[in-house]
């Protein structure tokens, strides 16, 4: 008897749930950035042509025009680039560049 109230309280929330629109929910992922955050590589002292700032230009304008983004990472991000072993052996009380610019650019 005392459990009877769940049943009324599952229908309004599996009422209040309903809607007659729908949402696009559009999911990207990033994987294996070696701290490529900036379009230069600094070991082989050239151009990159593809790195973390090419991604937020990408996701401004994503973000422009859709109403749901979730940013993931695929991770592989903390190696290769000599801002990513500043803060991984020299400055390791800071917080890490690698989080500020994925908290930046809102990674979920």
Same mark, same amino acid.
């Given at each position: 008897? #005392? #459990? &009877?109230? @769940? @049943?009324? $309280?599952?229908? &309004? /929330?599996? $009422?209040? /749930?309903?809607?007659s629109g729908t949402e696009k929910i559009s999911i990207l992922e990033t994987t294996d950035l070696h701290g490529v955050f900036l379009p230069y590589d600094f070991i082989e002292r050239r151009d990159a042509e593809v790195s973390l700032a090419s991604v937020a230009t990408y996701l401004r304008q994503l973000r422009q025009s859709e109403s749901e983004i979730v940013l993931l990472d695929n991770g592989d991000n903390l190696q290769g680039q000599p801002l990513v072993y500043y803060y991984n052996f020299i400055d390791t009380l800071s917080p890490h560049i690698n989080s500020l610019i994925m908290n930046y650019l809102k990674y979920d």
């Open positions: 008897m #005392r #459990r &009877l109230w @769940i @049943i009324p $309280v599952l229908f &309004l /929330c599996l $009422v209040s /749930c309903t809607d």
